[in-house]
């Protein structure tokens, strides 16, 4: 079974610091991609970064990077220089072929003025 | 790019009433959309998946003669709650991909409200 863990219920970072949401998963598959989305207040969900398995690099969206780390099942996001606007609920989540993406239960970070 | 779009955005309807959603994928044609519900402070839980022209898969303990899923476009896929209940109020998003390991992107959401 597929599984992705966020150990972080609830996060608080001083606006302009940097802060690091969790997230752990298990897969089978050789196969698959992981992600980072954010739900605002709004509710509406989007998608902050893409990481696919195959590739070693870090992908790196402006303020917002990851640390992939394959063999210990790890995909943390780093967000740098924090704004008010950050403050979100974040969602790890995995995709492989079998179709489904699998969502972790979510971290909701604060953005402290 | 990659805009998803969802309507109505809230309804209130009365409970026995059937409600109808639509999620439109804007400018792409999506071959498979999701259909979620999430609680208030949870995680999205996915109540089904849709191909275009094929039936609906419903993950376990999602009621198909309740939950219908309709996909009868690239761009197009509607969830109907059929006689609908308090109980069924939730928050309803639907998402659609291009293809296999694509990433999904999110309608809106419809908050729904059984009276």
Not at chain 1, 42 to 48: A, D, G, K, P
Not at chain 1, 54 to 82: C, G, H, M, P, W
Not at chain 2, 29 to 40: D, G, I, K, V
Not at chain 2, 82 to 110: K, M, N, W
Request: a neutral charge; hydrophobic letters at 35%.
């Amino acid at each position: 079974a597929q599984t992705v863990t966020q150990s972080q219920p609830e996060m608080s970072v001083q606006e302009a610091e940097t802060v690091t949401l969790s997230c752990t998963y298990d897969t089978s598959e050789s196969d698959y991609y992981l992600f980072w989305y954010k739900q605002p207040p709004s509710r509406q969900m989007i998608l902050v970064i893409r990481q696919e398995a195959y590739k070693q690099q870090n992908a790196t969206e402006n303020r917002f990077s990851v640390n992939f780390q394959k063999a210990a099942k790890s995909f943390s996001l780093k967000i740098s220089d924090s704004q008010l606007g950050d403050a979100a609920m974040y969602f790890c989540a995995l995709t492989n072929r079998d179709d489904k993406i699998i969502f972790g239960k979510g971290t909701r970070l604060h953005i402290l003025p | 790019g990659a805009v998803v779009s969802q309507h109505p955005s809230r309804v209130i309807c009365k409970s026995g009433t059937s409600v109808k959603i639509e999620c439109r994928s804007l400018d792409f044609q999506a071959t498979t959309m999701f259909w979620y519900r999430q609680f208030p402070k949870q995680s999205l839980m996915l109540m089904a998946t849709s191909n275009e022209g094929s039936k609906a898969t419903y993950e376990q303990g999602v009621e198909k003669d309740k939950f219908l899923i309709n996909h009868a476009s690239l761009t197009l896929s509607t969830l109907t709650v059929t006689s609908a209940h308090p109980e069924d109020s939730s928050f309803y998003i639907c998402s659609a991909r291009i293809g296999v390991l694509e990433t999904q992107y999110f309608g809106p959401g419809t908050r729904l409200l059984v009276l």
